[in-house]
């Protein structure tokens, strides 16, 4: 894996290590488990589907529901904004367990 990372930047394997190892160090880089990579991938998932149903209220108060692509009326933009809120409570918890210091 590592010199697989290493090739894709054009670097040395020892130069692309060196590099990961300063940036942990200087708290730059934070290492997490996979199941932490699980949810900060789904925490930005949630953070564009909360733009994503913003963008959609914004637009159907300004032209009305008729907005090809977009929820038919107010009452669903704000169904889908409380379902991303939701979604994104969840990802912040669990993200706030991962970073939780282990003793």
Do not use: C, I
């Amino acid at each position: 894996m590592v010199r697989t990372a290493a090739e894709r930047e054009g670097m040395a394997s020892a130069a692309w290590a060196g590099r990961q190892v300063m940036a942990v160090a200087q708290h730059v880089l934070v290492p997490v488990s996979r199941d932490a990579g699980d949810v900060l991938r789904e925490l930005v998932q949630a953070r564009v589907h909360l733009r994503e149903t913003v963008a959609a209220r914004r637009l159907l108060t300004a032209t009305g529901p008729s907005v090809a692509g977009l929820p038919e009326t107010a009452a669903d933009v704000v169904k889908e904004t409380l379902r991303a809120v939701a979604r994104m409570d969840a990802a912040t918890v669990q993200v706030m367990r991962e970073r939780r210091p282990r003793s």
